[in-house]
Each structure stands twice: as C-alpha cells, then as structure tokens.
C-alpha cells in the first residue's frame, strides 16, 4: 500500500517546491542555489531532482521536501504534512485528530501573520510617499506611468536600503522576531558562524538583533488574496539589485502557485467583461487597470500553474494570455499554454499520460504521471484560452500607454492557442525551403496532436499542409506516427527551447532514465553520464541493486524504530550515533524525532500509548516498524543495546555513502566545469566524510 507521504511525495517535484523560495540554478544533473538556512556568497545547497532531495554542503542541513517546507516555514510536521498535501490535492484525514486548541492556535497564527502584513504595508506605504531615501523609488514609480491614484488603490511602498528597519518598527509595535520570520518579513541573522567564515551580509546594518530585513531597496507591491486581504509583497529592485524581482517567500498565507496579483480588484470586470487577462508583470496589470482594463492580473513567479486556472474558472471560462513577446516571454507563454491546454480547453486535451514510451512498474512514473494525466481529463471544461497579440518587443504597459487603440484591439481580437503556436512556432523558419518545412511540420505535428477533436484536428492538418505545401495525407500519416508513439513527456518537452529556462515537464522526462535511488548507492560507482546507461538491461539491473540498497536502508529505519518502541531506554544508545537527520524516510524521521522529545520530556513509562502522541498518517509506520521487530527473534539486555548501536551505526554509515555518493557526483560536475575552487571545497568534504566513515566502521567492530 502506498503512504500518505509517498503519494505527496511522487506528486510534489522538490526542485519545484524549493524554486519557490530558492533562485535555482540548473547545475549538471542537480540544482544549486544560495542556502536559504544560513548566509553566503557562493552556493552551496544542492537539489537533487533524481532522488528528489535537498542537501547543503555549507551548514550540513538536509533531507527531503517534507524537511523543507518544515525548517523553512518553521512549521511542526503535522502542519508540514496538511500544507503539503493540500498542495498535492491529496485529502488527509488526520483533520479529526487535530484537536480544537489546535486549530484555534493555528488560526490565531494566520490572523497575527494579516495583521503583520497590514502594518508592514502601512509602513511601506508611509515610506514611498514620505521619505527622503524613497526618492529614486518615486521616480522609478513616475516614469512607468504609475499614477498617484494607483500608487494608492494598489498600496505601493518602499523598502529602504537599511538591514533592518521594518524589522526594528515592527518589533517596536510588539511582534517578535520568530514572527517576522515566519510571515517572510525578515530572515533570521542565525548561521553565519557555521558556514566556515561567510561573514556577514552586506546591507545589514551594525545593531543588535538576530533578525534583518527580507526587502531592501525595493519598490514593493503589496499580494492580497481574493478577499483584499495582505498575503505577501512582490519586490522589485532598484539599481542593479538581484534578484529583480523578489517575492515573499512561502508562508502560511502566501502561495506563490496559486495567487494572482490584483485578482481583488480585477474580479468583478472579469464577470462584468466575460474576460480575464493575464499578464507578466506588476507594473502591467497596474497600469492596465489605470487605463480601464480592469479584468486585468499578473502572475507571480514564472508560470501560470493549474491553481491558477482552477481560481480562475469559477469567474470566467474566457481566459487571454497577454505575456510579453520577447523571448523570456514566448517560454513563458508556452509553458502558460501548456497548462491552459492542460485544465481548460474541453476541446482542446493533452493525450492521456499513459505510461507509453517508458518502462512500465517503475515506481516512479506510475504514481506521478498517470493519475495526474487522468485527473486532467476529468477536469475538462468549457473554455476559450487565447493570446493576446502585441507588436514584438513591447510590454502590455507600453503598449497601453502608448497606443491604447492597439491595446483594445488586442483585447477584443485575440487569437486562438493553435493559431498563435501556427505563428510563434513557425516565425524563425523559412517555409519554402524543405528544411523550414520539416521543421515547422515537427514542430507544429504535436501541437496539433493535443487536439482531441478530430475535425479541429483536421482543420488544422489542413492549415499546415497549406502553410508548407505538402500533401494532407503525409501529414496525417506522421500525426498518426505522433499520437502512437511519443509519450506526452516528450512532447511537452520539445515545447520549450532546449537553452531556455527549464521547464517542469523537461524535469520530469528527465527523471526517467534514473530513479531515485540512483543517489542513495552505496555499492555503485556514483550515476555515470545517463548516455553510458542506455542499455536497458543494464540500466533494470542497476535499478534493481539501487531499490535494493534503498529498501534496505528503509527497512533498518523501521527497525530501529521498532526497537525504540519497544525499549524506549534505548534512545541514549543510540542518539550519540545518530539523529534524525540521518533517516531516508520522511515517516521513520518524524517518529524518532518524536520518540526522543517524548521520552526526552518524561522518562517514567508513558500514561498514553505512543501512538497518541502522532498524526495518524504516521501510525501505518509504527505498525510496520513493531512488527519488524516482532519478526526477529527477542534480545535482551546487552544484546538489545549493542543490537540497536549496530543498527544506528549501519544508519549513519548509509548516510554518509549517499554524501559521498552526492560529492563525488558534484566533484566531477565541477571537474567538467573547471572550477576549481568548488573541487577543492568538495574535495574537503569528502575527506571529512571518509574520517566520519573509518570511525563509524571501527567503533562498528567494537560493538559488533
Ligand atoms: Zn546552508
């Protein structure tokens, strides 16, 4: 039976998840990004999509994206796991175990963290209009045709260059420093002594305090919810500040996926206009809405997610793609019509993401991609998704203000999705040479391959046969070739230009060829270029040794655990040995950090069973580890204690092969990339791993 955390996990990607908070950087087969846990200059966090965890080679901090959301957010695993699921459309039905206190503390955060973000708004607000450092701010504000009436509808503000002065105001108006934190206000001053000398941050100002500024020198766009309510800030530069844009980071109100800035104000046009826009940027809808256009929203971050669509269905099925047509822009807008196609269009359906293509049973690519894609077809609705077509090289809010003629017109004529694609697709190509005819037939063939409809998908057969002069009947000989054979992944991902930024779906064809456990090898050489693992025998074989080590690793979790349980005695045994960031698994992890802080509190034997103590999802665990110890037959005494060292010892021990596996990985990325700085840092890394690993094999001879 699959878990709970299991089916969260396949429908979560961690690169996804932690690029909301983390600017990640595609790095070989890993991402790297500025560790958002302690301060520094150069990265040294680490995503791995394959194993689809994180680790920071700088304070050492890692796990999976459980571990993430939880230190990031600073929230218990139980919230964790709401949140999460919830994310994943998955129902938990621990909601019953959580008792009323509970849920009124956890509504007593959320009011508190509204309350911070009104008055954070009113200080910025108060900023932008009257102080003296805010005067590049204005004039930024003025030359983008920014309106004083909108700087006020839309509560603009600024965030001034000093560490910490919205945090020093907001502790002077009683609100404590965890709670900057956590409502993504500030970043705690913690961890620069860990990182080896990082030292300090540049901007922070000399006071005391452990806390400083998460905006600085920013103009700021206040986030509010469909209520009107502050959820988050947008941040954008002045100078040469980076990132350019910066977002509150992921809190308990703010959802970065989901939330669309001014749909607030914009709701009641949207019904009114039949209509909603989407645009890029914040400046656009604002100045959108300024000149009338006022069924207007942009979409944070960089893709417009299902979340979106689904907020957006419940008010109109008519939806516009403004995006900007530069180049950033057409990926953008590509990656917008993927998912419009994916939720919207009844019409217009990706083919069902039936495992073709890939090896079937693999663990992975069941759980994340067939039901998603049935999902998708259950969803279909009456929709009209279409682009908005705007002169090359010029933002909606030039265009608004420069010729709103144009602009209306725009609004009024929009083209349909397979149209635009028709355009976008071919713009580059010369059609009358045979190379630019193939071209754009392979490029435009899986398009046309989405289309469910069969006359629409003739029609549009049709149109390409006319576009490059060739016969209809070789063309729908090759669609024929394209719905058969290609697997959706694959069409998704030749969507998007192979330099450009990455895309969700590029990620997730990737992650075919290896699994998850492909990180966690102890016995292998660390995962050789994925060219040399084209046999597919060889490559079974390898999967089968990786899921062993894997499950091996999974299966000693619940036995210590078991044991634990059993004795709970045990645990100062075995903590010096390890500790719960050492567990693979996101439920054994969570129970070890539990059993220690129960037993911990109190050491007579307990008036409750444990299983009070944990969310439900969590009890499926505790059966399996108790009866992994039942299994074996009883110890006692010295026995039991040298028994649960032996296994905490062989935990560890499996940790620090994945590291090593981990560095060699990324030493020989760095080796390609000639850098050596990162090598030698690796190369560090890994002799300190090697000593931890001689000690934990030694004193593994002692007490075996
Ligand atoms: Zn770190």
Redesign the pocket.
């Known amino acids: 039976m699959v878990s709970i955390i299991d089916t969260i996990k396949a429908k979560i990607d961690v690169v996804e998840e932690i690029g909301l908070v983390v600017a990640l950087q595609k790095s070989g087969r890993s991402f790297k990004g500025l560790?958002p846990?302690?301060n520094e200059r150069t990265p040294?966090?680490h995503v791995f999509a394959e194993s689809q965890t994180w680790h920071?080679f700088?304070?050492n901090?890692g796990g999976d994206v459980f571990t993430f959301v939880q230190k990031q957010q600073g929230l218990e695993f139980r919230d964790t796991l709401a949140y999460l699921a919830e994310k994943a459309g998955v129902s938990i039905e621990d909601n019953g175990s959580r008792n009323p206190e509970e849920e009124r503390e956890a509504s007593a955060i959320r009011e508190r963290l509204r309350k911070l973000n009104e008055d954070a708004l009113l200080w910025f607000h108060q900023m932008l209009l009257r102080s003296k450092d805010a005067a590049e701010a204005r004039a930024y504000i003025q030359s983008r045709g920014i309106s004083s009436d909108s700087i006020i509808a839309f509560g603009l503000g600024y965030a001034p260059i000093h560490g910490n002065a919205l945090s020093s105001f907001l502790l002077g108006r009683g609100y404590a420093e965890h709670e900057l934190v956590r409502g993504g206000l500030a970043r705690a001053r913690e961890g620069a002594g860990n990182t080896g000398g990082a030292g300090s941050v540049e901007g922070i100002g000399e006071t005391s305090g452990g806390v400083f500024d998460y905006f600085r020198q920013r103009i700021i766009f206040p986030i509010r919810d469909t209520r009107g309510r502050v959820i988050g800030f947008g941040g954008r530069a002045l100078g040469d500040g980076q990132p350019k844009y910066l977002n509150s980071p992921q809190t308990v109100l703010f959802e970065k996926n989901s939330v669309l800035y001014a749909l607030d104000m914009a709701k009641d046009a949207i019904k009114l206009a039949k209509q909603v826009i989407i645009v890029e940027g914040y400046v656009d809808a604002i100045i959108a809405h300024q000149y009338g256009t006022r069924q207007t929203v942009a979409c944070i971050g960089s893709a417009i997610t299902e979340k979106h669509i689904q907020q957006l269905k419940k008010l109109t099925k008519r939806v516009t793609l403004a995006l900007d047509p530069d180049a950033a822009g057409a990926t953008a807008t590509e990656h917008g019509i993927q998912e419009a196609l994916k939720t919207f269009d009844r019409s217009v359906v990706p083919v069902p993401l039936v495992a073709d293509g890939h090896r079937p049973g693999t663990r992975k690519e069941g759980k994340r991609n067939v039901p998603r894609g049935m999902i998708r077809l259950e969803e279909q609705v009456d929709a009209e998704i279409n682009v908005l077509q705007l002169p090359p090289g010029q933002d909606p809010d030039e265009v608004i203000r420069q010729d709103f003629s144009l602009w209306s017109y725009a609004v009024a004529h929009p083209v349909t999705l397979v149209d635009y694609y028709f355009v976008a697709k071919t713009a580059n190509l010369n059609l009358r040479q045979p190379a630019g005819k193939t071209e754009a037939a392979r490029r435009l063939l899986p398009v046309i391959a989405m289309i469910s409809d069969r006359v629409k998908r003739d029609a549009y057969i049709r149109k390409l046969a006319g576009l490059i002069a060739v016969d209809e009947r070789s063309l729908h000989d090759e669609l024929r070739r394209v719905l058969r054979k290609q697997p959706h992944t694959s069409v998704t991902a030749a969507f998007s230009d192979p330099g450009g930024p990455r895309s969700i779906q590029e990620t997730t064809a990737q992650q075919h060829p290896i699994t998850k456990e492909a990180m966690q090898d102890d016995e292998i050489e660390p995962a050789a270029p994925a060219k040399e693992r084209s046999s597919k025998e060889g490559q079974e074989q390898r999967n089968y040794v990786l899921d062993r080590n894997w499950q091996s690793r999974l299966q000693w979790e619940d036995y210590l655990i078991g044991l634990l349980l059993q004795n709970p005695g045990l645990g100062q045994h075995v903590c010096g040995i390890i500790n719960d960031g050492d567990f693979a698994g996101t439920d054994t992890r969570e129970l070890y950090r539990i059993l220690n802080s129960v037993y911990q509190r109190d050491s007579s034997p307990l008036h409750q069973s444990f299983e009070q103590y944990v969310p439900s999802a969590l009890l499926e665990t505790i059966a399996r580890a108790r009866k992994s110890v039942e299994s074996k037959s009883p110890l006692s005494g010295t026995g039991l204690i040298k028994d649960a060292k032996q296994c905490a010892s062989r935990l560890k021990r499996m940790r620090l092969l994945q590291s090593n596996t981990e560095l060699r990985y990324l030493m020989s990325e760095a080796n390609e990339a000639g850098d050596v700085e990162s090598m030698q840092q690796f190369q560090q890394q890994l002799l300190a791993i090697h000593r931890q690993l001689r000690t934990i094999d030694s004193a593994m001879h002692l007490h075996g």
């Open positions: 560790c846990f302690h040294s966090f920071c700088g304070c901090e």
